[in-house]
């Protein structure tokens, strides 16, 4: 089947740590890869895509990179902020289906 | 960017109530629109797919005389919690898109938070 599996946490950074959150993914198709970002009574933002191997998101200085060889899709920012506390969540949909499987959530916690 | 709107953004009930949740696309016309519900400090699980002008499609597991869906129009579908218990509190988060396929991004409400005392 189709899952997403994400870097448990909660994740505790201080400012302007470099922050890596671990997604692999099993799909039985080819999937486009997602990363959304949940801020504290919200629903669910679109922080970035890719749709094939090797595509690159990025959105607000996050980055991810598609890597089919791996199954990974693991989120990276060079220099967090106390705003970017936040729930992430991984998430893929396989091309010609209309629904999207979810991670797990991984909580971020940036100290000032 | 895409908008979609739920209303109420929060509703506390009587147990043995029922409790309507709109979620609203509006500035575009949704063909699919997703409810999803999320526990407390857990991801987001998928209840039902709802296409304009046809029946809802639950997931497995989801009983659809307790949440019904109404897809009614390419703005509005409703979820209506029956005779709901303590047991349905939870944020319910509605998502749209304007295609059927995986191409089409899903845009997501700021969800519903019910409580049932």
């Known amino acids: 089947g189709n899952s997403v599996t994400q870097m448990e946490g909660p994740v505790t950074l201080s400012e302007e740590a470099f922050l890596t959150i671990n997604c692999t993914y099993t799909?039985?198709?080819?999937?486009?890869l997602f990363w959304y970002v949940q801020y504290p009574g919200e629903g669910l933002q679109l922080l970035l895509k890719?749709?094939?191997?090797?595509d690159k998101g990025s959105n607000k200085g996050f980055e991810a990179t598609y890597r089919k060889e791996t199954t990974s899709f693991h989120l990276e920012k060079g220099s967090v902020q106390v705003s970017d506390s936040a729930v992430y969540f991984c998430?893929?949909?396989?091309?010609?289906?209309?629904?999207?499987?979810f991670g797990q959530g991984t909580r971020l916690t940036i100290n000032p | 960017g895409a908008v979609v709107s739920q209303h109420p953004s929060w509703v506390i009930c009587k147990s043995g109530t029922s409790v309507k949740i709109e979620c609203r696309s509006l500035?575009?016309?949704?063909?699919?629109m997703f409810w999803y519900r999320q526990f407390p400090k857990q991801s987001l699980m998928l209840m039902a797919t709802?296409?304009?002008?046809?029946?809802?499609?639950?997931e497995q597991g989801v009983e659809k005389d307790k949440f019904l869906i109404n897809h009614a129009s390419l703005t509005l579908s409703t979820l209506t919690v029956t005779s709901a218990h303590p047991e349905d509190s939870s944020f319910y988060i509605c998502?749209?898109?304007?295609?059927?396929?995986?191409?089409?991004?899903?845009?997501f409400g700021p969800g519903t938070r019910l409580t049932v005392l």
């Open positions: 998502s749209a898109t304007s295609g059927r396929t995986s191409y089409n991004e899903q845009f």
């Open positions: 890719a749709t094939k191997a090797d």
């Open positions: 799909a039985t198709g080819y999937p486009s």
């Open positions: 709802s296409n304009e002008g046809s029946k809802a499609t639950y």
């Open positions: 998430a893929l949909i396989i091309q010609g289906a209309q629904k999207l499987v």
């Open positions: 500035d575009f016309q949704a063909t699919t």
